[in-house]
């Protein structure tokens, strides 16, 4: 395993490919998938597998097989993010934070930090593609934004049960094993999550998988690209919302939605769009045009639909990003035209 480096440290270059090597390894999509489940980022989740791999490098000797590997990465992850997780500050989505603002009122205002805000990551980070569709489909269910800003509504021991029960499939008991903690309380603690997940249902929506999904999203990029609002209207449903992280402003409606990319949100047109697998629910990298031939990154979206409409349209307007996704930095094709 070559060398890792976070803020927290270094995991150390070994002489050789050991199994241990390989098995850490193996386990860092699922160890993801959890811990972006948890932190609701996946920077902070990247940030707490990558603390889980040192800390189990600098212990491989004492571990002895004293539980399976898994139980014993788990636990080790799941202490790290109950460490991240000590800040009062709950990640949401803008919907989370206030009511819907009329285009005609509609100010961006300052940016809030990043760590307001549930943060979106590629599928391919905590979802194997290659696995069995049924299964491929429900991990994908459970990155949905939504479903995500619902975790976090959880205190660490609920949203843990929860994520490791009804996500990965553990029993109470191997959770119970894990979190050091009695069956009973597991129990108890996935009783009381559900209730309050049951609070925070999201809207219906499309799997990635489905052909009209996918079909729609194709019908988004050509009218988004060629700025036709008139297509792109029509593509809306009625209550489809409008989200601008790291802004708290949020829109709903077709009405308003329209009004905000014809007027404030009018830098879009001449964008080019590369679709992307994202939080399951498919999306794009959104390039802003700055001059002839050339696009600069904007924002991630993350387009959620019911199959015949959007209903929603998620921004994450950091740039930043874009290299996080392994997107390209720029889109320039000055050099094919022949004007650099």
């Known amino acids: 395993m070559q060398p890792a480096t976070t803020s927290r440290g270094t995991v150390p270059e070994t002489a050789e490919d050991t199994p241990f090597d390989r098995q850490l390894e193996a386990s860092r999509r699922e160890l993801t998938g959890y811990c972006y489940r948890m932190l609701g ?30 139980t014993w990465l788990f636990r080790i992850a799941h202490n790290v993010c ?137 019908k988004y990029l050509r009218a988004f690209e060629s700025y036709d609002m008139d297509v792109l209207v029509s593509l809306l449903r009625d209550d489809v919302v409008l989200s601008m992280p790291p802004f708290d402003l949020w829109l709903a409606g077709p009405d308003d939605v329209i009004a905000w990319f ?33 696009w600069e990154p904007w924002a991630i979206q993350v387009i959620e639909t019911d199959g015949e409409r959007i209903i929603g349209h998620h921004n994450f307007l950091y740039p930043e990003m874009f290299e996080q996704f392994g997107l390209p930095p720029v889109i320039d094709e000055r050099k094919a035209a022949g004007r650099v």
Not at 45 to 60: L, P
Not at 131 to 148: C, K, M, N, Q, S
Not at 162 to 180: G, N, P, T, Y
Not at 278 to 288: E, L, Q, R
Request: charged letters at 20%; hydrophobic letters at 45%; aromatic letters at 4%.
């Open 82 to 218: 109950v460490d991240m997780l000590r800040s009062p500050q709950r990640r949401a989505r803008p919907m989370d934070l206030g009511p819907s603002t009329p285009t005609a009122e509609a100010v961006l205002g300052a940016p809030l930090t990043e760590r307001v805000f549930v943060q979106p990551i590629p599928d391919e980070r905590v979802v194997d593609p290659s696995g069995d569709p049924a299964v491929v489909a429900e991990a994908r269910d459970t990155i949905r934004l939504a479903f995500v800003a619902a975790l976090q509504h959880l205190p660490p021991l609920q949203r843990s049960a929860l994520v490791l029960c009804e996500v990965l499939r553990w029993s109470a008991a191997e959770v119970a094993a894990l979190l050091e903690v009695t069956t009973a309380s597991v129990n108890s603690a996935l009783q009381r999550a559900r209730k309050t997940m049951a609070g925070y249902e999201p809207s219906t929506h499309m799997p990635l998988e489905d052909p009209a999904h996918k079909v729609l999203l194709a």
């Open 262 to 294: 014809v007027g404030k949100g009018s830098v879009c047109e001449g964008g080019r769009l590369i679709p992307l697998d994202v939080n399951g629910a498919g999306g794009f990298a959104n390039y802003h045009l700055v001059e002839p031939g050339l």
């Open 41 to 70: 980022a996946a920077s902070e989740a990247e940030d707490a597998v990558q603390e889980t791999m040192i800390k189990a490098w600098s212990k491989r000797e004492s571990f002895a097989g004293q539980s399976s590997l898994r």
